[in-house]
Nanobody, 126 residues
Framework: VQLQASGGGLVQPGGSLRLSCVTSGFNFDYYAIGWFRQAPGKEREGVACISSSADDNTYYTESVKGRFTISRDKAKSTAYLQMNNLQPEDTALYYC???????????????????WGQGTLVTVSS
């Protein structure tokens, strides 16, 4: 099983980045994908997740609503996190993860995720 996160980098406040999570080794269609982040000195937090259902239900933490968009391409077994209007407080190491669960309460809990990628660093600074 592999999850390869990429797309991080240095961006100015107000800028945009698109993170990618390329997966292999498990049935992508039947797993929800979540993006988490961990800033220096802070606990890991859930950012966004997208369900495995045909509806592709999405959930976002309050601080990123309206700025971030999570999506998935089942043909490519890849998930994305489009991040717009980035702010310094978005600076963190971003991870993607895969979960076999469905409910909002499960998908917002990192312990419900079976597989994790290695992280990609996002730095927002002028």
């Amino acid at each position: 099983v592999q999850l390869q996160a990429s797309g991080g980098g240095l961006v100015q406040p107000g800028g945009s980045l698109r993170l990618s999570c390329v997966t292999s080794g498990f049935n992508f269609d039947y797993y929800a994908i979540g993006w988490f982040r961990q800033a220096p000195g802070k606990e890991r937090e859930g950012v966004a997740c997208i369900s495995s259902s045909a509806d592709d239900n999405t959930y976002y933490t309050e601080s990123v609503k309206g700025r971030f968009t999570i999506s998935r391409d089942k043909a490519k077994s890849t998930a994305y996190l489009q991040m717009n209007n980035l702010q310094p407080e978005d600076t963190a190491l971003y991870y993607c993860a895969a979960s076999p669960y469905y409910s909002y309460s499960d998908l917002t809990s990192s312990i419900k995720y079976d597989y994790w990628g290695q992280g990609t660093l996002v730095t927002v600074s002028s």
